[in-house]
């Protein structure tokens, strides 16, 4: 028995280094006045090519929430599958179950868990721009860096939606490839 524990000890620190090291898959960002824009306009068109609504969506109602530093280039994404964004403000919380998405800007904290709720059985994607710590119970959270984004993927969020997220998408926010 001794010998064993002793084995298993000495392996430990091989097996740690065999693991690969994992980096979280980053986007460039675009070029222009507002690169964060083009940028979470990107990565927003990446995370809705991933998703899979109960039905088929010929248009997919993108709305905007809070007040969003980097929304000004949303209304460019098209799907690949011929889907056309139709981008709208959100003015009034109770209208959140009539989007298909929902990005979500800098709001209190009160306002967004209320948001957040009303839409937690709903099939609706929700992209938080402005959560760091990918805390408020949205389902993506983009973290933005001077020369980069990427996003953090709430999988308690996604789990408990009605929409479905491709696996790969939880690999890549995992950093594997």
Known sequence: MRHLVFWLLLMVPVAVMAA??????VMPLGDGP???ATGAARMTDAILEF??????RPFVQL????VADHAGQLD?????NGAQIQVTRLSDPSGATRCDALYIGRMAALDNRRLLGM???????TIA??????????MFCLMFAPDTLNFQ????AVSRSTVRIDPRVLRLSKGGY
């Open 20 to 25: 690969p090291v994992l980096r979280p898959v």
């Open 34 to 36: 507002d690169r964060m």
């Open 51 to 56: 998703t899979r609504w109960p039905t088929a």
């Open 63 to 66: 709305c905007v929430a809070g």
């Open 76 to 80: 460019s994404i098209t799907l690949s």
């Open 119 to 125: 839409v937690r059985d709903a099939a609706v994607v």
């Open 129 to 138: 721009e402005a959560d760091a710590d990918c805390r408020s119970g949205a």
């Open 153 to 156: 993927l709430n999988i308690d």
